[in-house]
Nanobody, 123 residues
Framework: QVQLVESGGGLVQAGGSLRLSCAAS????????MGWFRQAPGKGREFVAS????????YYADSVKGRFTISRDNAKNTVTLQMSSLKPEDTAVYYC????????????????WGQGTQVTVSI
């Protein structure tokens, strides 16, 4: 098991930027694929982005491509989501997740989850 703690959420105006971080502990971080998911009010949780254990392969939801960037630092056991050109529809609770090497974007492939951090984008 790996423990995940997100930070960096908050309130931002549309068009602004925000950086989310996730600190991991409890298991070999570098062997895990890491991902970000989000859940908007009244909706199900959806995939946002994921990154391979080496950081060489990234995958994004179409809705965030070109605006969000996922990265990781295996020496610090952290994964980051840099969000730019934010839109009101990006408002959600954002979750950090850890999966095995075969994980890519399917929620069921990610076994460990953080508690989430709220991101609110105002008009």
């Amino acid at each position: 098991q790996v423990q995940l703690v997100e930070s960096g959420g908050g309130l931002v105006q549309a068009g602004g930027s925000l950086r989310l971080s996730c600190a991991a502990s409890g298991r070999t971080f570098s062997s895990l694929r890491m991902g970000w998911f989000r859940q908007a009010p009244g909706k199900g949780r959806e995939f946002v982005a994921s990154i391979s254990w080496k950081g060489t392969n990234t995958y994004y939801a179409d809705s965030v491509k070109g605006r969000f960037t996922i990265s990781r630092d295996n020496a610090k056991n952290t994964v980051t989501l840099q969000m730019s050109s934010l839109k009101p529809e990006d408002t959600a609770v954002y979750y950090c997740a850890a999966g095995g090497l075969a994980a890519l974007w399917a929620e069921g492939d990610f076994r460990s989850w953080g508690q989430g951090t709220q991101v609110t984008v105002s008009i």
